[in-house]
């Protein structure tokens, strides 16, 4: 996966989580009453929803830098087996 990919799939659930938060913060806005008996939850769950993506995000890019670090610091191929053979002299 390109890193321009990975910020677009990162960004699209960034995106869905802000949206959800939204949402349920502007049902409390409007007065919605399932949301006015549960406000302390609403705000929870939303801040939950944003960070929970955040978090993946940061995970997925820890990971992805130890498997590239990973591949770098692999140990230098073994030199070939010199033959010596007699010399004609």
Known sequence: MTVNAWVKARAV???AAFC???ILIGG???G????????PEVFLYSFC???????RAAI???VRASVL??????????PAAVRLEPSNA
């Open 13 to 15: 659930e960034l995106g």
């Open 20 to 22: 959800t938060a939204a």
């Open 28 to 30: 409390l806005a409007i």
């Open 32 to 39: 919605v009453p399932f949301l006015l008996e549960r406000i």
């Open 49 to 55: 929803c944003v960070t929970a993506v955040l978090l």
């Open 60 to 62: 997925d890019l820890a």
């Open 69 to 78: 670090a990973v591949h770098g610091i692999r140990p230098a191929p073994a």
